[in-house]
């Protein structure tokens, strides 16, 4: 359990890392951040799953490379659903969501050797 509170601190640390490094995502507080992540989980968890069911033979033509823009819609999506973070574009979405994704792949791998 430790672990999991930790790895969701961390997401929300990289979410507030990207939005120090890209000019366009901008985060209230680090509560919004951790709301954020939560939220950017839960849409990917969901609406995220149905989205690539639908469009696998889109992502299949194009190599996988469609589902940055699934990523990109769903980070954009977060940042207009909550009121402490937002998402200034499609094009800032898209340099957002590849960010935040390479930063928590980070984190899942120091925790992943942590452990």
Do not use: E, Q
Not at 51 to 70: E, M, R, S, W, Y
Not at 75 to 87: C, K, P, R, T
Request: contains cysteine; proline residues 1%.
């Amino acid at each position: 359990m430790i672990l999991f509170i930790a790895k969701w601190l961390l997401y929300a640390a990289a979410l507030m890392l990207v939005s120090h490094l890209v000019s366009g995502i901008t985060i209230a507080s680090y509560g919004s951040a951790v709301l954020a992540a939560v939220v950017i989980a839960l849409l990917d968890l969901v609406l995220g799953s149905i989205l690539k069911l639908l469009t696998l033979p889109l992502t299949i033509i194009t190599l996988g490379l469609f589902l940055i823009v699934i990523n990109a819609l769903l980070f954009w999506a977060a940042g207009s659903m909550l009121s402490g973070f937002h998402v200034a574009g499609f094009w800032t979405a898209v340099l957002g969501a590849i960010l935040y994704s390479l930063l928590c792949m980070a984190v899942d791998a120091l925790l992943r050797r942590a452990a």
